[in-house]
């Protein structure tokens, strides 16, 4: 699999005219290796040159883990003391000829402390974004994939349902997110969740990216839950709006209203389609309802290995959808000091239109 | 406190010439503003110039943080066009006067996202590393600090006391993982733990850095256990060996000989001596019995925000201790193909010895 992958690189970065890509460890670096490597104060940088059999820098204590590629590989590995690094660099950037050469990296990834041990050893290299032609082999997800992100989803939503029954009025949004992260584990996602479950009630649940906090359930409040988990790698992104006790009728009105947006956005992915019409479909739902103003990010982004990565549905990309490619529709509506609803579902683009991976009940649910 | 933590910031960036720094989210952040940003897509840099009101540069929807800032704060927010945040960047770089000013920045943390925007804002600007410069803030922890760090050793040794009931021959190095992960939580740690933990049986243990795998614990096997909890973002980073069923000689010596080690290492740390002594006093004891050759790595790490900070326990670290320090002692010994034994404890530098965080036994027990 993997050394088809590397196929795929090889062919990619022809593409985007790019003479080799430097990755550290991430998602790009496990799809290509199926290997994990620790980000850490120990720079990894794996070094791929066109047609050349690729090259790994590496602290000894993970030379092992060379020795677990799929392919061919050079390995390049330093000592504990940093002095050193750049003269393993050096040697390793150097045996790829890469100086003067375009080495494309990924800025959202990448860190200083690997770049400028690479420019080291290339100081006349340009380092273009390859974020395209990287991501361009991660866009469209094979069916091996989609089951991972399938068991993904489940996970997520079974970790989800067997928490509701804890929810309390009175207990904390913390609290609540310490039962669901346990749920999590216990479901069978691995221990690195894709990022820390938003659990927001009341005014809280007005800022989409709240943490949990201290405030308790009270009876009133909008509680919004945006959650996932991690199975082999791959992620589920999901948000559920409930009604703790009741909620009143503007609260209820807006949580209908972004379930229809839901519902429209959804509805309109396939094949051919910019992904800025499906952020244009949920918003007019919206806009017509008259809370245009206060669904006040993108409709959604794409998902696999990561949280959030291409294609993203925004009204401005015009990049077109094709099969596989999966993503999130996760409008919002957010009162200030009030409350906030939003409803997140994972699809997957299909021959005709999308697969969604997510089933659990979308309609406002009162718990507590 | 986080406002007198601005304070020494500015001093420190005076004591090492620099003109300012630029953070992403990290711990650094957090430390300087008691507030969590995400790494994301969406690039958040705080930019803070010697004598003048730190600038914070962001995406529109995390504005509310803007207002949780523990003092006067400029903010600077971009939509969600990509398009659009250079030129955000450059009104908030220019509004310091940064171009061709020495802009300190952390390479382990700064990604080039963040860098680049930053750059495009003051192309003739020095990005010197201020990892000195800002460690050194962070580097002694005060009582408040010692107190977490506690609390997330208590918590850690707690959750492993709780899963070792759970440990039976058989069982898988994940199974015993996602117990363990889940035991973490329950027993108070944050969701996002410094680090998966490391679960290594038989061979496996031979590989510090080995992930949980599928393969099943034997009896003979040595099981190493590496593992730590974040409570309001400090962490613990311990490790304990075990053996499975019954051990063989030789393992069972090189687990009495890393316990000698990490005994001779916990009692040379105090005030005044360089880090190197520590590692010295630890290898001693192993290249004594034989074994050099296989402890692999450094004897350990600074500890706090991060899993490994400064300061670093490597023979040729003549940084010198002072109270409130704290880091790991975590020597091993590491037999190819057949297994492996390290011992991690915790410590902070008092003003004539060491605190020792960690008591959970060490002595080599057998589970299963």
């Known amino acids: 699999m993997t050394s088809s992958r590397l196929d795929q690189l090889n062919a990619s ?4 005219k790019l003479d080799a890509v430097a990755l550290n460890p991430g998602p790009t670096l496990t799809y290509l290796t199926g290997l994990h490597f620790h980000l850490m104060e120990r720079p990894v940088v794996l070094l791929y040159a066109v047609g050349k059999d690729p090259v790994i820098v590496l602290p000894e204590l993970e030379m092992p883990k060379a020795n677990l590629f799929p392919y061919k590989v050079n390995a390049f590995a330093y000592g504990e003391n940093p002095a050193e690094w750049d003269s393993v660099f050096r040697k390793a950037v150097q045996s790829l000829n890469l100086d003067g050469k375009k080495i494309g990296v990924e800025p959202r990834q990448m860190r200083l402390l690997e770049f400028r041990h690479v420019k080291a050893g290339a100081p006349e290299a340009d380092f273009p974004d390859a974020s395209g032609a990287l991501s361009a082999l991660r866009l469209c997800k094979d069916p091996a994939e989609v089951q991972k992100m399938k068991r993904a989803v489940k996970v997520a939503q079974d970790a989800l349902e067997a928490t509701i029954p804890f929810i309390k009025i009175g207990m904390t949004e913390k609290e609540i997110a310490a039962e669901l992260n346990v749920q999590l584990l216990k479901h069978g996602s691995e221990s690195e969740l894709p990022f820390p479950p938003i659990v927001s009630a009341g005014p809280n649940s007005a800022n989409p990216h709240a943490s949990p906090s201290d405030r308790k359930l009270q009876r009133g409040d909008l509680l919004v839950v945006d959650w996932g988990a991690t199975v082999d790698g791959y992620i589920s992104d ?24 839901n519902e429209a956005g959804r509805a309109a992915g396939k094949p051919g389609i910019p992904c800025a019409d499906v952020d244009k479909a949920a918003r007019a739902v919206i806009e017509k309802a008259g809370y245009g103003k206060y669904f006040t990010h993108r409709t959604g982004h794409g998902i696999g290995m990561e949280g959030h990565e291409e294609p993203y549905m925004r009204g401005d990309n015009m990049q077109l959808l094709a099969p596989g490619m999966a993503y999130t529709v ?13 409803i997140e579902d994972n699809v ?3 021959k005709d239109g999308v697969e969604v991976l997510s089933d659990m009940p979308r309609e406002l649910r009162v718990v507590g």
């Open 330 to 342: 996760e409008p919002g509506i957010y009162l200030p000091d009030r409350g906030g609803a939003r």
């Open 238 to 261: 999901l948000t559920r709006t409930f009604a703790v006790g009741e909620a009143d009728a503007e609260l209820k009105k807006i949580t209908q209203v972004v379930l229809n947006a």
């Open 13 to 16: 970065l022809r593409t985007f």
């Open 348 to 350: 997957v683009v299909t």
